[in-house]
């Protein structure tokens, strides 16, 4: 039966968990991009109406559904650069559950819930930006991204959450 301490722990899933899996898939997007020089890097967490934004964060209304990331260029540009941008979210998803799993048996963390919840959305999240598909808006899944770079059918260099965006558009 799904009681009321259920509903606390989807609470916490889909509000605190969900919303800091994306964070890190997209910071694994932005490290990648920094390493390859990419300029005017930024972090969009949530969709909707802009709460706040920075230099490097917009933060908006719906702030646990969806994110992105955007740089206007890279001074390192290439298929196999631009290759790993697009997998260096799922490179810090796997690398994050790997360090909780560590911190876990180490005894570092107790092994609850939360964990349980975040090592699910990670694997989610890896799952489903590697999978190579087109999404409902018509953009590309990081797997499918990569794949049509390789083809040379990527002309925008971008995914559904990895964007090079026109210089003059930031």
Not at 20 to 46: D, E, N, P, Q, S
Not at 108 to 118: E, G, I, K, R, T
Not at 128 to 143: K, Y
Request: a positive charge; charged letters at 15%.
């Amino acid at each position: 039966m799904f009681g009321y301490d259920d509903f606390l722990k989807f609470m916490q899933a889909f509000f605190v968990v969900f919303p800091i899996v994306t964070l890190i898939h997209l910071l694994g997007h932005i490290f990648f991009a920094a390493i390859f020089g990419g300029k005017r890097i930024r972090v969009i967490i949530g969709t909707g109406k802009i709460l706040f934004t920075t230099r490097f964060l917009e933060l908006r209304r719906y702030y646990f559904w969806y994110g992105g990331c955007e740089y206007t260029s890279l001074r390192y540009s290439s298929k196999l650069t631009k290759s790993l941008i697009f997998v260096g979210g799922s490179i810090l998803n796997i690398a994050s559950i790997f360090l909780v799993n560590h911190l876990i048996q180490i005894g570092v963390l107790d092994a609850n819930m939360l964990w349980y919840q975040f090592i699910y959305f990670s694997f989610y999240y890896v799952f489903f930006a590697l999978l190579p598909m087109d999404m409902a808006d018509g953009t590309l899944s990081d797997g499918k991204a990569i794949y049509m770079l390789w083809c040379n059918k990527n002309i925008n260099d971008c995914s559904a959450d990895c964007q090079l965006v026109d210089e003059k558009r930031s």
